[in-house]
């Protein structure tokens, strides 16, 4: 047990003696780093009487870092909250039990070396970045978790007649398990935490109530319970109220009592509620169970509790998946004209044409890198679902709820830049994280090279944990996920396609180049731009941005510009009329699938060639095929992709060989 002593706080008791106007106050607990997860970290004010009330009172956090400069990055005001029977109030966010009276986001107390303090003001007089200072100061506590000492703010609230000598409490090293703790002799120490607890065991033990259900999803017309449990048997009958809603969801997509009482010697009581099973597609929804009130003696060990409600009233697409994709059916809402300018033309005048319709100022939008959140969730819904997006790289439909909010990325979806934020040179500015709709914008050019932070054609809905592991690396050097069938391949080397264009200073170069604004492998990009061709997915992304953005893709729209400005068409004139890709074979069937030893083709008009390529982009093998005749499968087992190409049309199908 670490014990450090508090001059400041015993010269101060003669201070606060002669005060009778106010109640001492000091910080009694401070948890500032909790492992994993930072949702878990309160800070707990304690009153010299119980049920004090805290009007005209503030609590701020100072940053002590060189970067943070000593000041104020947080100021709580406690105008309305009082202490409670024990003289306690606990701040802390959700992930806190027992629930804290004053509720902030979780990750919002820095482990230091930094500083909290209580001071008689209000919180308009500490805005962010207000120096530390010991005006109308109630009571400080400079902490730390291994950190070098704080040394600006220990002087600054050293500068005191009547605070002195002010110590640097260490709660230890990061993801302790430990809290601060006051003493009552004025002194540190540090122990296992005891919110909502006076800390020498003293006091009114309270009995916690508690919040469960045996799930945390349920699909509409299920039934279910929702379970009250005391920590102690209660003396007398228990009624509690509660509420179940949320946002959209209300009483009107439930029946059941919203009332439950604990019976005198008993601990639990039980509400059951039945989903209505509407024929609404109102998309996933998230409930949430909160108490109205307890009496006084109880406490909330937990609150808000959310339960995921699953609507089976979703829609499906009318065109696949990128793992079972469909050409054709997803026309170009592109206006008519919308590429004229550029027809004819070969070469750098290509490439200029296009930016200058991709990029016209005045004409194209930027959006804001939150709107981009809205815009994913349009653009990448997922075809099988209304209710999810599509996840890059990992294949899979995930529930657009579950966007990463807090600090862990497990089981959530995020945003990828497939062109990394930091070989771009695109970072957040100022406004980006408000999301304010499509008809708010800044104006934009080929130089705006920051609106690529928030350009909604490159970056996708992505696996959070994947996106981690992704990081900054270049195509090529990573393939996705091991195993994976390659369906996004094409799709990320034509929004790549579109960087380069779009902006001035972005290039892809072959290779990984280190240099600020290249990106690769460009070879590596171009196989996968031939392997998986744009389909009807993509087409309906190019659209839903197009409503935000103002501007297009042009190699989805026109896949075989590609060839024009990198392939094996550069310095010719592009004339779309002349284009040779038709993707009109959906007709064509491909079966057994899995394979083992031979693979069979229906449905085509004339005799075909088959190509199949390996998950990284390999050709293994090319066949002519006509109906029905054997394509044997003599390959080692894997994910293969089969391209049949007729006359002028072609199709890809994804093959799994047993």
Known sequence: MDIVNNPLRLAWVLVLFTQISFAQLVINELDCDTPGVDNQEFIEIKSEVSNFPLDGYVVVMFNGSASGGNTSYVSLDLDGYETDINGLLLIGSLGVSPVPQYLISGNVIQNGADAIAIYQASDYDFPQGTLATTTNLIDVIIYGTDDAEATGLIDIFNDHPDFTDIQQINEGPGNNTVSIQLANDGTYYTATPTPRMLNDGSGIVLNGVSISTSQTQYNEGESFDI?????????????????????????????????????????????????????????????????????SGYLKLNNHVQIRIVDNDFTVAPFGSPLNPTYGVVESTAPNGYYDSAIGLSGNALRQALQDIIAEEGVVRAQTYADVTDILKQADQNPENSNQVWLVYTEQGRAKLDFQTGASNVGTWNREHTFPRSRGGFYDRDGDSDANGPDVFWTTNADSIRHGNSDAHHIRAVDGPENSLRGNQHYGQYNGPVGNAGSFKGDVARGLFYMEIRYNGLQLENGYPETLGSMGDLATLLSWNELDPADDFEMNRNNVVYTWQHNRNPFIDYPELVDYIWGDLVGQAWDPSLSVEDYGLSEVKVFPNPVRHQLFVSNLKTEAVAEIYSADGRLVKTQKVVNHRPIEMNVESGVYFLRIISEDKLITKKIIVQ
């Open 227 to 295: 379970t009250f449990t005391t920590e102690q048997n209660v003396s007398e009958n228990l009624d509690i109220d509660f509420t179940l809603s949320n946002d959209g969801f209300d009483m009107a997509d439930f029946t059941g009592s919203t009332t439950a009482t604990i019976v005198s010697g008993q601990n639990t009581a039980v509400a059951n509620i039945t989903l209505v099973d509407d024929s609404l597609n109102e998309g996933d929804e998230v409930a949430m169970i909160s108490f109205v009130s307890l009496p």
